[in-house]
């Protein structure tokens, strides 16, 4: 066989090896022909809807008085009288919108709240369209609305003075003589500027120096971090994975006498290091080449610009919980490979799915708000570039960090599931189907750590919507939102969901969500925390407003929601408020998410993790602190009666106090929480004896028998 032949033997036997395995054909053809353009639409899609977003944005405008205000009105309604509107669609969809106020706004506030100030310095009324007028326009070139405003006004008033123009043409033909000819100070290259120049623009941009700089790095920075963190975690979560299979050292790992769980968190946290280290040197390679290659002083030669680059450092540690998030999914994906080639082509999927995350929040419409603040990836890209451009608030950052922990945590909590699994570690191209074929799960007691972990971080996202969409007009809205809120979240989410998880993966219900009867030491504690605790919560929220006075858009929130609460009957708010809410948020949280943390986790750490998941679940930032302490305290009292009847009474108790005591007007005056009043301390007596009580109940918690506080062993540490 000569040399030619040999070559064309291998190349031909090599080449249908290659095609006859389907995870290849997977990543050559599904990945390119599909993803690839998917994603270039994706991103076109997002580009015409952020256009059509700003063409039918409504943009506040601030002008100095009324008849400042009057004469822009007229000017704007002048000139687009004359705009014929286009045959495909209506004229109000095309154009933006200005809502026009009288006010005062401070320059740093331009471009967020309101895009645009104008100021008509001077000149006749706009109304007679007679002599010259000077408008000056002051924004922020580092917002898009604001931006798109100033354009839209400025096209508005070139076209006002087109407008003029022509007019003022036509009547010197006509022979017609302008009042400006009359003018003391006037000659004819005034007549002829005030004739060809009636409108004088001048436009202003309030932003700083840092905010300019703020905003070009927030173009860049934020998606680099991710692909950043991303791309550095792909080699280490293949070695640990795929690479440990392929050097057969993974079956003799397996077999140590060491937990699976600390196996794969061991594994996982290298991962993330070198993440974090991946990004951290790039971060800082960026931020030197900037500052010492020149870079910095070349582009503010040509404008005044100022790169935050202290903010870095922060950005950098605001993206630990990515990190950990990226590095437990590529464990959790590479553990499926066979091959060290094989995980490289799984984790194609992964960046693209990142990249996909990112395109809706590259849009400079796009606002860390509403379904971005726990959109995975997307939140925290948004995040960090809020955090450059000085545009980050506390309660955002709160949120984007809480639920980017959540899913990290439920990440984790699959990942080492999975790496223990027969189907993962034994792997073959058809075993990982037996993750989800019911015939094959064996009966047990209680739910697993990811299990748990991942319906509740499934049920977040929705949740978070839910809540969010409480905000209505009028009473009659609030209560038809909060209806459908108790029967699809509550009952649908919180109950049915969990209970079906646990009928299809073969969970005892009666273990997972503790249906026994307490002892009596336990409905007595009950008692006491539930009618002691709301008085302590009124004088927490009352401290933590004073150290940290809420913001104005929080509290205005708050009062239109107690508003509607307050014009509800009294039964009902107790049923949709009180009763609904307590049965269910106990069987999630300290029935199905508590029952899956013990079986791994110990006392207290179950206990801390359930609390804080479940002061996630609530969207009032103030309200998060407390909530994580109640849910402290329902969880111990859960745990040490192994019963969940206790907890779901301490629950009606404390939400129904809160909504019955404003009703009542004689304890309402008493107690200081009149409305008609001002909110004042609660009387010494009041909150002393609340104190007491409070005391007593966490008494009798402690004092229950330890042999027995344990959900799921005799032991209760």
């Known amino acids: ?26 990543a050559m053809i599904v990945i390119p022909v599909v993803l690839y353009p998917l994603l270039m ?13 700003l063409q039918q944005e409504v943009f506040i405008v601030e002008v100095a008085d009324d008849a400042a205000r009057q004469d822009l009105e007229n000017i704007i309604a002048a000139a687009r009288n004359p705009r014929e509107p286009s045959a495909s669609a209506p004229a109000d969809e095309l154009q933006p919108q200005f809502d026009i106020r009288v006010g005062h706004t401070p320059d740093e506030r331009i471009g967020q709240d309101v895009p645009l100030r104008v100021e008509l310095k001077r000149g006749v ?48 033909l006509g022979g017609e003589h302008l009042p400006v000819a009359s003018m003391p100070s006037a000659d004819t290259d005034r007549q002829i500027d005030l004739i060809l120049n009636p409108v004088r623009i001048e436009t202003t941009s309030t932003a700083s120096q840092r905010q300019r700089g703020g905003w070009a790095l927030g173009q860049i920075i934020p998606i680099l971090l ?40 061991g594994k996982f946290l290298v991962v993330a290091t070198i993440a974090m280290l991946t990004a951290a040197l790039n971060l800082a390679s960026v931020g030197a080449t900037m500052h010492f290659g020149g870079i910095s002083s070349v582009i503010s030669a040509q404008m005044p610009i100022e790169f935050p680059l202290t903010v870095l450092p922060i950005i950098l540690l605001c993206m630990v919980p990515l990190a950990l998030l990226c590095s437990a999914v590529l464990v959790a ?24 995350a990112c395109v809706p929040v590259s849009m400079e419409t796009a606002r860390l708000e509403g379904t971005t603040l726990i959109l995975p990836v997307g939140n ?11 545009n980050c608030t506390v309660s955002a950052a709160v949120v984007v960090l809480l639920s980017t922990t959540l899913y990290a945590a439920a990440a984790v909590a699959v990942a080492a599931r999975l790496f223990g699994q027969e189907a993962v570690l034994f792997v073959d191209t058809g075993s990982f189907k037996n993750l989800f074929r019911r015939r094959l799960f064996k009966p047990v007691s209680r739910p697993t750590v990811a299990q748990a972990f991942l319906l509740v971080a499934l049920i977040f996202p929705i949740s978070f919507y839910g809540q969010a969409g409480l905000s209505a007009e009028t009473a009659d809205q609030f209560l038809r939102l909060l209806k459908g809120l108790a029967v699809w979240q509550f009952a649908g989410l919180f109950v049915l969901l969990p209970v079906a998880v646990c009928v299809y993966f073969r969970i005892g219900l009666r273990e997972t969500f503790r249906l026994r009867l307490p002892p009596v030491r336990a409905w007595l504690a009950a008692c006491l925390l539930g009618v002691s605790s709301w008085a302590l919560a009124i004088t927490f929220i009352s401290g933590q407003h004073r150290l940290m006075p809420p913001s104005e858009a929080m509290t205005k929130a708050a009062e239109i929601i107690e508003g509607h609460i307050n014009a509800t009957p009294l039964p009902l708010a107790l049923l949709l408020l009180a009763v609904i809410p307590a049965v269910c948020e106990e069987m999630l949280f300290r029935g199905y998410l508590l029952s899956g943390l013990s079986s791994s986790l110990r006392k207290w750490p179950s206990i801390f993790a359930a609390a804080a998941v479940f002061a996630t679940f609530h969207f009032m930032i103030d309200r998060i602190p407390l909530t994580f302490l109640l849910g402290t305290v329902l969880a111990w009292l859960c745990w040490q009666s192994r019963s969940l009847l206790p907890g779901i009474l301490f629950h009606v108790l404390h939400n129904g106090l809160m909504l019955a005591i404003p009703r009542s007007p004689g304890v309402a005056r008493y107690l200081g929480r009149d409305a008609a009043a001002e909110a004042s301390p609660l009387p010494p007596a009041v909150l002393w004896g609340a104190v007491l009580a409070f005391v007593a109940g966490l008494a009798l918690i402690a004092s229950m028998n330890r042999r027995a506080s344990s959900p799921g062993s005799s032991s209760g540490s």
């Open 125 to 172: 009324r706009p109304a007679t369209r007679l002599g010259q007028l000077e408008i000056a326009i002051r924004y922020s070139d580092v917002d898009v609305r604001s931006r798109a405003a100033r354009d839209e006004l400025v096209s508005l008033l070139d076209e006002f003075r087109q407008l003029l123009t022509r007019e003022s043409i036509l009547r010197l």
């Open 41 to 53: 639409l994706w991103l076109l899609w997002e580009a015409q809807a952020e256009q059509a977003r």
């Open 333 to 356: 994906v590479c553990s499926f490979a066979r091959t060290f080639k094989e995980a490289q082509n799984y984790v194609v999927p992964v960046i693209i799915g990142s990249l996909v």
């Open 1 to 26: 066989m000569i040399p030619v032949q040999r070559v064309a033997v291998i190349y031909r036997k090599e080449l249908l090896d290659i095609l006859r395995d389907r995870r290849t054909l997977i």
């Open 226 to 265: 991710v692909i950043m963190i991303v791309s550095g975690a792909i080699y280490p979560a293949v070695d640990l994975t795929a690479g440990e299979r392929e050097r057969g050292t993974l079956e003799t790992l397996m077999v140590t006498p060491v937990p699976t769980v600390h196996l794969i968190v």
């Open 380 to 390: 925290m890209v948004l995040l960090a570039r809020d955090m450059l451009q000085q």
